[in-house]
């Protein structure tokens, strides 16, 4: 009987434990493949715009690096910070991503009160980095930056311009050339690029700075190009600076996830991000939208953004929008 209650009690410990042995990392039956389900990626913008068309481009050669599908999530409003915060708040596990610009990270913080910080996250790796271009609408009445700027001094607020949000990348642009060129304009905020498009297209807007996807996809001219030098793209579009305003600029985005991602998880990730960015269909969909990819490590794409967020409180100090 001894033997019999002893059995039992083994028995029972055996049953007890096993769930718990089943649970410690390292175990062998513990080690669930991942991904072994679809990975939602989150893109802060609606779709149509720039980060939506970077993300539609990588997500087959990240679902194929990756062995499972990736499916793409719009979030957009607020500048981007609706989807970075929305990230930030979800489960660290990996099935759960986002492609994210600058702008939400290392721009919007400085100007209105979110629910995250640069620390709230763990960077993957860099995909795109697009020297950004002068869109102008359809119908606006001028065809290049001087007839831009003669525009904007005939009288106060003549000039209509759109930006994916106040304090985005492509609204501190076109304020600093304003600025530099002396002339005052009226700023129209819309929830992203595809809805400030259609605004270009339908002669609500006479300008905005975009990525050169946009004009790509829409067909709308460009006047110039925030970068140092021509794009090749755009041989016959002047720099900026050439029109005699010398400011660069650029929109980056990458893969983060929230912080306390495991770093098996995180490795996963990372060897499928450098895959996709390298892959040939990638590069292809990019020069389509003429679009720049550009793979930098997950500690070189946090250090980036971080001198960059630095530098962006100064800017937006300067032009008055910073906030306290």
């Not at 989807?83 to 100007?111: C, F, K, M, V, W």
Request: proline share 8%; net charge neutral.
């Amino acid at each position: 009987m001894g033997n019999s209650l002893w059995d039992r009690m083994r028995r029972w410990s055996a049953g007890l434990l096993a769930p718990l042995v089943l649970a410690l990392p390292g175990t062998a039956l513990a080690q669930e493949s991942y991904p072994s389900r679809p990975v939602q990626l989150i893109v802060p913008y609606p779709p149509g715009g720039n980060t939506d068309l970077m993300a539609r481009a990588l997500q087959p050669a990240l679902s194929q690096a990756l062995g499972q599908s990736v499916v793409i999530v719009n979030r957009g409003g607020a500048s981007g910070t609706i989807g970075d915060a929305e990230l930030a708040r979800a489960r660290p596990d990996g099935y759960t991503i986002a492609l994210s610009p600058n702008a939400p990270l290392t721009t919007q913080p400085h100007i209105v009160p979110v629910t995250y910080k640069l620390e709230s996250f763990r960077f993957l790796c860099l995909v795109y980095d697009n020297p950004q271009v002068l869109v102008l609408g359809r119908d606006a009445p001028f065809r290049d930056i001087a007839g831009m700027v003669n525009y904007g001094r005939g009288k106060k607020e003549a000039l209509v311009y759109g930006s994916p949000g106040q304090g985005s990348t492509q609204h501190i642009l076109v304020a600093r050339l304003l600025r530099a060129a002396g002339i005052d304009g009226l700023h129209v905020p819309f929830t992203g690029a595809g809805p400030m498009a259609q605004a270009a297209l339908g002669g609500q807007i006479m300008a905005f700075v975009e990525s050169p996807s946009i004009p790509v996809a829409t067909g709308l001219p460009v006047a110039g190009v925030f970068n140092a030098s021509r794009l090749s793209a755009l041989p016959d579009v002047p720099t900026v600076t050439e029109a005699g305003y010398p400011i660069v600029g650029s929109s980056a985005g990458g893969l983060i996830a929230p912080a306390g991602l495991p770093d098996a998880a995180a490795a996963v990730l990372q060897r499928a991000c450098s895959e996709a960015v390298g892959s040939e269909s990638f590069r292809t969909a990019a020069e389509r939208l003429n679009s720049v990819p550009s793979y930098a490590t997950g500690a070189e794409f946090q250090e980036r953004f971080a001198a960059e967020s630095t530098a962006n409180r100064k800017v937006l100090e300067e032009l008055g929008i910073a906030r306290e």
